[in-house]
Structure formats: structure tokens, C-alpha cells
T-cell receptor, first 115, second 117 residues
Framework: AQKVTQAQTEISVVEKEDVTLDCVYE???????LFWYKQPPSGELVFLIR??????QNEISGRYSWNFQKSTSSFNFTITASQVVDSAVYFC????????????FGTGTRLTIIP | EAEVAQSPRYKITEKSQAVAFWCDPI?????LYWYRQILGQGPELLVQ????????DSQLPKDRFSAERLKGVDSTLKIQPAELGDSAMYLC???????????????FGPGTRLTVL
């Protein structure tokens, strides 16, 4: 069975601070995909990143960076120099089967950036 | 840019009433998903279609929920009768066909927020 754990329910930081959102996953498959989605108050899910299990390279996109470590089954997300527009709920998700892209989501982390 | 369309965006109903949600996937996307997101939780898959066939409905409460995708294009999710615990966001997503090679990204619609009174 697959499982995604986001232990941080809510985080608040002052604008311009860096913040890291944690994600730990469980899967029996050797081939899988990990994702981060952003859900602003309007409710839609905004795709941020996909990473496959064979690619452990960290990725940076602007102020966003992701740290994938298979040894600890973690896929953490860091926002550098946070902005008020980053306030949202962030979900980590796992897709286990190649060809069956059902997503298993974590419970989300509500991030509030204080101006 | 192509988007997944959902309607209505908001629905308020009384318990015991019937309610239906509609989803129109991105053109050409053979796979369609319905997820339910209860407040404070992550989305959970209710049903997955490949064209008009159900691929996975293991988490669909079949005593009150039904889903169809008759022509393999748009889809309807119905609840009858609605219960208080059904209050949630219902999200539709679509992707290219399973097994078509590579990973097929899921694109999400804006969701339908259901409130059952």
C-alpha cells in the first residue's frame, strides 16, 4: 500500500524567510513518481513538480527547490525568500504504478506568509 | 490553453436530496478521474475511467454514489441521497490514455464545492 505523510499541518513564517515543507512516502514499487501541488484559497490544484524514482537530483525553479532522498523516502520542498502569494495549502502526492497514474495525496500543509 | 471544466462550482443541498456534478475533460484525454477532498484532507480517488469503462471504483460508496461516462468524453458524478458527511470539494482530472508511454500528467479542474445541510 502506498502512503504519503505530511507531518506539518500548519506553518507560519514572516515574509522573506525561507521555509521547508516535509514529505515522507511509503511504497513497495521501485518505479514511482512524486509530486507537489499548490492549492490556493480558490481551490484549484496547481501542479508544481513531478519527480520519478530514478532521478534523485535536486531541482531548483526560481525560489522553489526540491530535495529527493530515496534513502529516507523523503521529498521535501523549500521556498526561498517567501512571499505573501505563497500562502496556500501544499500537497505532496505519489503515483505508484507506471501506466496507472492514480495519485495518493498527503493531508497537506497550510502555509501562511505573514507580511 | 485547454482546461478541465466542471460545473457547478458551488452546490448547496439538503440531506436526502439528489445532487449531480459534471466534468468535461481536456479534448483527447481518455482517462478521467473523480477525487473527493474533505476539508483539511488531501484529495482521494473515487473513480477512474478509461474511455467509457471504469478502471477503479474501489473507493466509491456505491450505495449512494454513481458515476458515468457514457460516450467516453464528459462525465457525471451523482449522489443520492446526499448525507452531511458528503460535504467536500469534488475534483475532476483528466490525462492521456493509460499505457500510452511515459507518464501522463493529470490536469485538474476547478472543483465543485458541495455543502450538505
Amino acid at each position: 500500500a502506498q502512503k504519503v505523510t505530511q507531518a506539518q499541518t500548519e506553518i507560519s513564517v514572516v515574509e522573506k524567510e525561507d521555509v521547508t515543507l516535509d514529505c515522507v512516502y511509503e511504497t513497495r514499487d521501485t518505479t514511482y513518481y512524486l509530486f507537489w501541488y499548490k492549492q490556493p484559497p480558490s481551490g484549484e490544484l496547481v501542479f508544481l513538480i513531478r519527480r520519478n524514482s530514478f532521478d534523485e537530483q535536486n531541482e531548483i525553479s526560481g525560489r522553489y527547490s526540491w530535495n529527493f532522498q530515496k534513502s529516507t523516502s523523503s521529498f521535501n520542498f523549500t521556498i526561498t525568500a517567501s512571499q505573501v502569494v505563497d500562502s496556500a495549502v501544499y500537497f505532496c502526492a505519489l503515483s505508484e504504478d507506471f501506466g496507472n497514474e492514480k495519485l495518493t495525496f498527503g493531508t497537506g500543509t497550510r502555509l501562511t506568509i505573514i507580511p | 490553453e485547454a482546461e478541465v471544466a466542471q460545473s457547478p462550482r458551488y452546490k448547496i443541498t439538503e440531506k436526502s436530496q439528489a445532487v449531480a456534478f459534471w466534468c468535461d475533460p481536456i479534448s483527447g484525454h481518455a482517462t478521467l478521474y473523480w477525487y473527493r477532498q474533505i476539508l483539511g484532507q488531501g484529495p482521494e480517488l473515487l473513480v477512474q475511467f478509461q474511455d467509457e469503462s471504469v478502471v477503479d471504483d474501489s473507493q466509491l460508496p456505491k450505495d449512494r454514489f454513481s458515476a458515468e461516462r457514457l460516450k467516453g468524453v464528459d462525465s457525471t458524478l451523482k449522489i443520492q441521497p446526499a448525507e452531511l458527511g458528503d460535504s467536500a470539494m469534488y475534483l475532476c482530472a483528466s490525462s492521456l490514455a493509460r499505457g500510452s508511454g511515459g507518464y501522463n500528467e493529470q490536469f485538474f479542474g476547478p472543483g465543485t464545492r458541495l455543502t450538505v445541510l
